[in-house]
Every structure is written in C-alpha cells, then in structure tokens.
C-alpha cells in the first residue's frame, strides 16, 4: 500500500481477487498524486473539475463496471465501489461525479437500454466521452420519489415532455439525461411512471439554478426545466408504467456508491488525523497518547471498518447477481452516519485547525453530510431495511 | 433556584431580540458568504449597550450579569453566530477580565471605551502549540525598568484584527510553567503590535480569526492585569464566564434549528402529508426541544452562580459541554429534516451547521470540559 499505509487498510480482503487489489491501486495513485491538490480550490472556487474528469475518462474510471465491448472498463461493481472509495478519500466532489455519472446516469442504459440505445449512448457514456446525469427529484418528490409530475404526452412517435427536475447532478456537463415521467395521469404513485433517456442538447431543456451547496461545492447539481422537449418513443427506457421500478432498482446499486463516498471521505479524515495525532503535542506528550484521543481514533476505525466490510458485502453480491435492496441500504445508511461521527472527530482531535479552511477534514464533514440526504435520506433507508425485515417473516 | 428573568433581564433580552432580528438578520447571510465584519452590527450593539453588559455604571456599563448576558447571546447567536462570538468575547473574556482584575486606574482608562463600544476588544491566549494546553504558551513579557517588553505569536484570536483592546496572556518566568504566566491589557496602537494570518472557517465565517504578532512591544507594568504570575488563574476564572457565553451560543444556534425544522416540516409535503407527520421527523424535532430546554436551565444555573460570586466552574463546564453538543447534533438533523433543500444555501441551516461546530472546540474543547468536570467530581 502506497498511501495511508497503516494497519486500517493493511488486511486482504477475503473476496477480493487480484484485479480489486489492482484497480484500488491504481485509483488511490491517481487520487493522491493528482486529485488531492485540486480538493481544496475546487471546492473554494465551486470549480467543477473538468481536467479531472477527462482524466478519469482517458483511465477508464468513468466506465469501471461496464464490459469493453460497450465502452467500459470491463471491470466489476465492487472495482468500481473501490475507484470511488479511493476518489473519496481526497476529494467528494469527484467521488459523486464519477458516482452519479457511472450508477445513475449510464447504469439503468446498460441495465434496460435497447440496443439501440447502447449504441447511441452507453458506448460515450462508459468510455466516458460524455457525461450522464439522471433527473428523478423534483421539487414535490424528493422522498416520495413515486410523487413525479414531470409529464410525458404521447405524440404519434414522439413524447412531449413538460416539468422541472432538481438536484440534477452532472447537469449542465451531462450529454444524457435519464429522467423519469408521469405517462399515466390516472395511475397512482410510481405506477403510472415512464423513465426516458433525454439529451442535454435537445430543444427545451433549459439549466435553471445551479445550486450553491454546503459540501461537494465543486460539483454540478443542477435544476433542469423541460418545456414542450420532444423525445422519440426510441429513447423511452424499458416498458411504459415501469420507470419507477427500474429507477428503484437503479437507486439501490447507487446507494452503494455514496456509501463508498461516505467510507472515503471518512477514510480520509482519518489519513489526516491520526498523523496529527501522532505529531501534535500537547501537555508534554502525543495527543494520541491520552486516552480521550484513543477513543476517538478507535471508534474512527471500527465504523470505518465495518462500513468498507457492508459496502464491499452489497458491491461483491451484486456482482453475483443477487436482489441487493437490504444490503445495500444498509451499507448506505451505516457508512454514511460512521462518516459523519468519523469527521466529526477528526474535527475534533485537530481542534482549531479541523475547523480552518487550511486542512480537508472540515470539507470532509460538509461533503459527508449529503450522504444522509442523497439518493434517499436516513429516514428513507431505515423505511427499507425495516419494511424489508418485516416481509422477510410474514 | 429561580426560573424567572427579573424584568430587567426580560427586557434585555427583547432589545437583544430586536437587535438580532432588526440589525443582524438582514445581512447575515451574506456577510457569511462573503466573510465580511460586521462592524455596523458591533457599533449599534455598542449604542445598545450590548458591549458593556459587564461593566459597572460607574465606567459606563449597564451592570446587568452574566445571566441577562446568556439571555441576550442566544437571542443573537439565534440570528448570526458571528456577531455573537464578536460580543460574547468582548462582554465576557474582554470586559470583564478588565473590569476583574484592572487597577482602578485601568479601569477608569478603558472600561468606559469597551462598554460604549468605542473600543472593541480581543482576547490572546492561545498559540499555536498551546491550544487545549494553554498553560505551555511561549510568548514572552520581560521586565525592562518600569515596562514590560512582550515578542510572540498568538493563535486564533477572535477580532484580533478589529480590535482596539488585548487582554494579552505571556510568559513572565520561564520555569514556573502555569504560575509563570501575566495578564496584561495592550493596546493595537502600541508599536510591535500587529495581526497576522486571517483563518479560513467552515463556519462563523463573517467574525474574524487572526494571529496576533508581537515584536519587542512595550507595555507599562501598570498595564498588568492582577498579580505578576497569576495571570492562568486569570485565565481560568475568566473563561468560566465565557464558556457560559458560548453555551448561550450554542443554544441559540439550535433554537434557531428547531423554528427552522417546524416551518419546513409544517410545510413540506411528500407521501401526502406534511412532513411533521412522520414520526422520524416528529422524534428529531422533540429531541431538538429536550435539548433546548435542558441547555437552557443548565445556563441559567451558571450564570446565576456567577452573578452570585458561588463557585461555578463545573456549571459553566456542564452547560457548555452539554449546549455545545446538542447543537451539533441539532444542526445535522435540521438538515436532515430540510433534506436536499437544507443542504442548499438557500435556507440557512447549512449556516447553522458550519457554525455550531465550532461550539465545540472554542474556549475549551468538549475533552477540556470534560477534564473540568471530572477534576470537580473526583475533588475529595
């Protein structure tokens, strides 16, 4: 291990093969070498970070679990959980670039597009000559996902499209758009709901706010307005009446991937620590050595470790095809809040320079706190992992 | 002990109130963004009579406590963090320390200039390698006839670059570690003096944090707060009244979180219903008032005991550990409740949250109150 090399990471990993150990190795050398000195001015600046992005596309990193002959990497889930993870570890805003553009915005054409479609867009996606975003959230369905009012009214071979999506992220860089549209008037909920591949260029769609943002400043969220956009029958994704299914589905190997943003922003507030707490004195002695500090380095760990274990867990099942709903809100859910008390006691253990713009754990706490809230909130999690468990019995 | 402000105290914290809502909300926002001072702010405070809370009326003060102080603190801090550390230092490390431990001569000098706002004041005790371990500070005072000559570097000084006062904290024997320290009170003007690096913050962004650089400045023996070499002790009894103020802060601070939580969760509909429905919401925003009204009597209790002159230093410790926690737990899940929206910056508990953090770390980290308490429970 080149960085970070102390015991938290030394362990092999029991279901990794040689290429997992590869492909980490690989991202945490460009992460470290290259993303770690952007961090900060990206964020400062709320610069989106293109030279990184073409970066990542000329590596492969944009298209880590998609087969070569579609564009992509030709690597797995759990590879690509890793790029992100290693992402994470210096720089949020990259890490749910990548996340966004990979899980949501080029996964569901990989998964349900028709060839057609994977012809036209999957190869430019997963090579990452273009960027993908995904517009479900408007501004009354945030939770409520199924609450769409976005309309899609057929019109001979095309759909007139109306409505307005937000927290749109990679909006205004995407090149497609994967959206979801209420087809049905008259079905309730999710039921009545039709997901389509747009283009960002298409007539009609127009960038509204971009959204100043507490954490992850650097990257592009997006509201996207959509007045009278013409889309072809050609680019609906899957059946009608099943977009929401299918972006549900969509949703649960993405929550994966903020969990693995969340294990990397912890990772690296611990990187940054627990040499400060090795090299800061105070009262004559190592600040680690008093057993306050010990606590908190510990505790930093154990949820770390246990968040890195969850999230590979839901990432290696979905590799063997498994449902992943459970386990993948749980590592979503359990990565997230260990991020949060992580970096909070980085914070902590650096005193007043954890909370001085000079050092990167008080952007890691900021980043962090958008993986309680994306891609379905806490709240919305525990409503999965419980509904889950109670169907298991009845 | 009794629960009730006197009407005196009802009456401050009104004008405080009006204050916050009048003076400091309109701008907050954006003297964040752009981490401006808000030096009109301080100024009207002054002519309020906010800077001078602890200062006698002989010297121009409104002589009204510690607990009227809390009151007013919180009912700013609810508005804008920035200005009410700005004031809190002031009142409570600045004025008070003065007014404490000055000559009568000293305090006829400046009391009147800090309590009308004239002057604002700063407070330099931490340095770089001597934060938690404040009594390790390396900043140097020697004797030289009837002066002192002060060279050294202070850290993390809030209004270090504004101020006009320094309550300044060096070394006068360098072998006698915490008993080798001296207060002074300095003034900016005075050569030698001059304010370095500005911090960078997540939050609390439109106060300001400097460095404070000393080089050979010449300071009157007169100018010596207390007793040559008891100035840690100094220290210590000042900062149990300041951590009562930024208990305050972190109260109002979460205050400010819960009215934030119920608008957007009375309003805010998924599922269709209101938010406030929900029992996840419903629990955070009860869990949010539990820890309002506990912080709030935990205050009440140290500030009373200090205005009273009754030991109060585990009180003070308490209710700062306790309000300071509380309101970072309160920020993240005001957020929460807000969802996507709370992680805008077009609502403000994204504000809240970069600004509660530093509740925390400021004027004794959560580990240094808990040294405090343990140290008072383990007293035979």
């Given amino acids: ?394 | 002990m009794d629960f009730q402000l006197n009407e005196d105290q009802q009456a401050i914290r009104e004008m405080a109130r009006a204050f916050a809502r009048e003076e400091c909300g309109p701008g907050a926002a954006e003297r964040d963004k752009k981490e401006t001072f808000p030096t009109e702010q301080v100024k009207k405070a002054g002519e309020l009579g906010l800077l001078g809370m602890l200062v006698p009326e002989e010297f121009g003060g409104v002589d009204m406590g510690n607990l009227a102080l809390a009151e007013a603190l919180v009912e700013i801090n609810k508005v804008d963090a920035s200005v009410g550390v700005t004031i809190s230092v002031h009142n409570s490390l600045v004025s008070n320390c003065v007014n404490k431990f000055g000559s009568e001569a000293t305090r006829a000098k400046y009391l009147p200039k800090l309590a009308s706002g004239e002057w604002l004041g700063a407070y330099a005790l931490s340095e770089w390698g001597a934060g938690s371990d404040a009594g390790s500070l390396e900043c140097r005072a020697v004797q030289d006839g009837d002066d002192y000559v002060i060279s050294g570097t202070k850290a993390w000084i809030t209004s270090g670059d504004h101020a006009d006062l320094v309550v300044l904290f060096a070394r006068t024997d360098p072998d006698a570690g915490n008993r080798g320290i001296t207060a002074f009170v300095i003034e900016s003007s005075w050569d030698g003096f001059k304010s370095g690096k500005k911090e960078r913050k997540m939050g609390i962004r439109s106060s300001s944090t400097v460095e404070l650089l000393f080089d050979k400045m010449r300071v009157p023996a007169a100018n010596v707060l207390g007793e040559v070499n008891q100035g840690f002790k100094i220290a210590l009894n000042i900062l149990d009244g300041g951590r009562i103020g930024i208990a305050a802060q972190a109260l109002g601070i979460m205050e400010a979180c819960l009215e934030a939580s119920i608008a957007y969760a009375k309003e805010r509909e998924q599922f269709g219903k209101r938010i406030a429905e929900f029992q996840p919401i419903k629990w955070k925003l009860a869990e949010m008032e539990s820890k309002i009204m506990a912080s709030r009597l935990l205050i009440r209790q140290a500030a009373s005991l200090r205005d009273q002159n009754l030991p109060h230093s585990k009180e003070a410790a308490v209710a700062k550990l306790f309000a300071s926690r509380a309101a970072n737990w309160s920020a993240r899940e005001a957020v929460q409740v807000h969802g996507g929206a709370g992680y805008c910056t077009d609502y403000p508990v994204e504000r809240y949250f970069r600004d509660a953090r530093i509740t925390e770390i400021y004027e004794g980290t959560t580990e240094v109150q808990k040294l405090v308490i343990a140290r008072e429970v383990l007293k035979d």
């Fill in chain 1, 1 to 394: 291990m080149a960085y970070g090399a102390d015991i938290t990471l030394r362990d092999p990993v029991p279901f990794f093969e040689d290429h997992h150990y590869e492909i980490r190795e690989m991202a945490q050398r460009y992460a470290q070498e290259v993303v770690k000195d952007r961090a900060a001015a990206i964020d400062e600046n709320k610069e989106f970070p293109h030279d990184t992005v073409k970066e990542l596309a000329e590596m492969g990193f944009l298209g880590v679990p998609f087969p070569e002959e579609v564009g992509g990497a030709g690597f797995d889930y759990l590879s690509y959980i890793l790029v992100v993870e290693e992402l994470s570890r210096v720089c949020g805003t990259t890490g749910i670039t990548v996340a966004a553009h990979t899980s949501l915005g080029t996964n569901p054409i990989y998964a349900f597009g028709t060839d057609r479609q994977k012809e036209k867009y999957l190869r430019k996606l997963a090579s990452g000559e273009m960027l993908g975003a995904f517009g479900l959230t408007e501004p009354g369905a945030g939770s409520d996902a199924g609450a769409t009012r976005t309309t899609a009214v057929r019109d001979g071979d095309d759909w007139i499209v109306n409505g307005t999506k937000v927290y749109c992220t990679n909006g205004t860089h995407a090149g497609t758009v994967i959206i979801t549209t209420r087809t049905n008037p008259d079905k309730p909920g999710g039921s009545g709901v039709t997901a389509f591949v747009i283009e960002r260029d298409f007539d009609g769609v127009t960038l509204g706010t971009l959204e100043d943002k507490l954490g992850l400043r650097a990257s592009d969220t997006r509201e996207l307005v959509l007045e009278n956009v013409r889309v072809p029958d050609e680019n609906r994704l899957g059946e009608e009446g099943t977009g929401f299914r299918k972006f549900m589905q969509t949703l649960d190997s993405g929550r994966i991937s903020i969990g693995a943003l969340s294990l990397g922003l912890a990772q690296g507030a611990l990187d940054v620590a627990l040499p400060y707490a090795a090299e800061r004195k105070q009262f004559g002695r190592a600040i680690g050595e008093f057993g306050a500090i010990q606590e908190r380095l510990a505790d930093m760990a154990v949820g770390i470790h246990t968040a890195r274990l969850a999230c590979y867990h839901a990432a290696a099942l979905k590799d063997r095809g498994h449902d992943i709903n459970y386990a993948a809100s749980i590592a979503k859910l359990h990565a997230s809040e260990i991020a949060m008390d992580a970096i909070d006691s980085a914070i902590q253990i650096m005193g007043g320079n954890g909370y001085s713009r000079e050092y990167p754990v008080e952007r890691m706490l900021r980043d962090a706190k958008l993986c309680e809230i994306g891609e379905g909130t806490s709240e919305v999690q525990r409503m999965v992992i419980a509904r889950q468990m109670i169907k298991s019995i009845q």
